[in-house]
């Protein structure tokens, strides 16, 4: 079955960077397409990028110029490199994995989730 497990959360300051890492298995890692989600407590996940098997990638417009996403398809592993972090991206950030193509930044079209890493930016 589909496993996923993300690492590299933790607390930053403001202006800070951080890199999360998802380590994929159970599927043939390099088909599918990839995505970062986060969650603010009492919200529904929102997307934050995803990264396609052709490596088309799509961000939200809120992290555009700071986070980048980024694939290994060598060591099944999906990354998340966050510069110049702000208060406002403290969240839970999950990866995710689907065989659909497209943009796909609803969440709702993801089936497969890991259990998410911890992201604490302080001002």
């Known amino acids: 079955q589909v496993q996923l497990v993300e690492s590299g959360g933790g607390s930053v300051q403001a202006g800070g960077s951080l890199r999360l890492s998802c380590l994929g298995s159970?599927?043939?890692?390099?088909?599918?397409?990839m995505g970062w989600f986060r969650q603010y407590p009492g919200n529904e996940r929102e997307g934050v990028a995803t990264i396609q098997s052709d490596d088309t990638t799509n961000y939200a417009d809120a992290i555009k110029g700071r986070f980048t996403i980024s694939r290994d398809n060598a060591e099944n592993t999906l990354y998340l490199q966050m510069d110049n972090l702000k208060p406002e991206d403290t969240a839970m950030y999950f990866c995710?994995?689907?065989?659909?193509?497209?943009?796909?930044?609803?969440?709702?079209?993801?089936?497969?989730w890991g259990q998410g890493t911890q992201v604490t930016v302080s001002s």
């Open positions: 995710a994995a689907t065989t659909l193509k497209g943009q796909l930044l609803d969440a709702s079209f993801w089936l497969n």
């Open positions: 159970g599927y043939t890692f390099k088909r599918w397409t």
